[in-house]
């Protein structure tokens, strides 16, 4: 049986990518890195006919206009018409209230089947008090507390990033705890993140865990096995490191090094 990395790299899944303009040529690059085939389509006058065809859509909020809120509305209705997943990432959702307001208003018109985000990010998205700053979290939350709740009030898998990943679905909760200190030293490392859970779903809008697990630690153990080239002594040497490995990775060497935890 094809585990999910071969059948992305036999499939080259189309992944429509609505992002944020500081990301969008390293997202397209990661993706192609792992085997995808990346869309950066933006208008919804197309997005029936690319969302056809498309295993999945990535909705990115990092550069939100008053000009743009539409579209993505607009995108994800016609996403859940097409019965393609979404993959959201309300990316610094803490850090205005006008963000906030969006992602609230986004994820109770439409039905996304993942979202991904920082422990700050996931825990604005449940709970009024929050601030943040910009976009990177606060440490000291309860992790797999925020994840579980975003789980149960939103309906939907939750793939919370940090030092430790927590990935929830189905009610059942896992704590995967690899990557490399690098990946928040590149702009766009935690968006690609994003599109690469996008490029594993082939158009299953109930996600297993399994899979989201998988997307996660493929791409974490990349970085670290990127990290530890002799010849990466920082973040620019790390870049194009990062897109080699995640082009090199195996399912075996996945197998062999996750750090997984099933957590009550």
Request: aromatic share 6%; charged share 20%.
């Amino acid at each position: 049986m094809m585990n999910n990395l071969e059948r992305l790299r036999q499939e080259n899944p189309l992944v429509v990518c609505y992002t944020n303009d500081v990301v969008k040529n390293f997202t397209a690059n990661g993706l192609l890195s792992i085997g995808a085939s990346p869309a950066m389509s933006e208008a919804p006058e197309e997005a029936k006919e690319f969302y056809k065809v498309a295993g999945a859509l990535l909705i990115n909020i990092g550069t939100m206009t008053k000009a743009n809120e539409q579209d993505i509305l607009e995108i994800g209705k016609i996403a859940n018409q097409q019965g393609t997943p979404i993959v959201f990432d309300p990316v610094a959702v803490g850090a205005s209230s006008y963000r906030k307001a969006f992602c609230l208003k986004f994820l109770s018109e439409v039905k996304v089947s993942v979202i991904k985000g920082n422990a700050s990010e996931i825990l604005t998205l449940v709970d009024a008090t929050t601030t943040m700053k910009g976009t990177d979290g606060k440490t000291d939350l309860d992790v797999v507390e925020i994840a579980k709740r975003a789980h149960e009030e939103l309906n939907t898998a939750i793939v919370l990033t940090g030092k430790d990943d927590v990935v929830v679905q189905g009610g059942k909760v896992v704590k995967l705890s690899n990557g490399s200190p690098l990946l928040a030293k590149i702009t766009g490392a935690g968006c690609l993140l994003g599109g690469i859970v996008a490029s594993f779903l082939f158009r299953e809008e109930n996600p297993t865990l399994q899979v989201l697990e998988e997307a996660v630690s493929i791409y974490n153990i990349a970085a670290e096995i990127a990290e530890k080239d002799q010849q990466v002594n920082g973040p620019g040497t790390f870049l194009p490191k990062l897109l080699d490995q995640m082009y090199n990775i195996d399912f075996n060497t996945y197998q062999q090094q996750v750090k997984r935890q099933e957590v009550e």
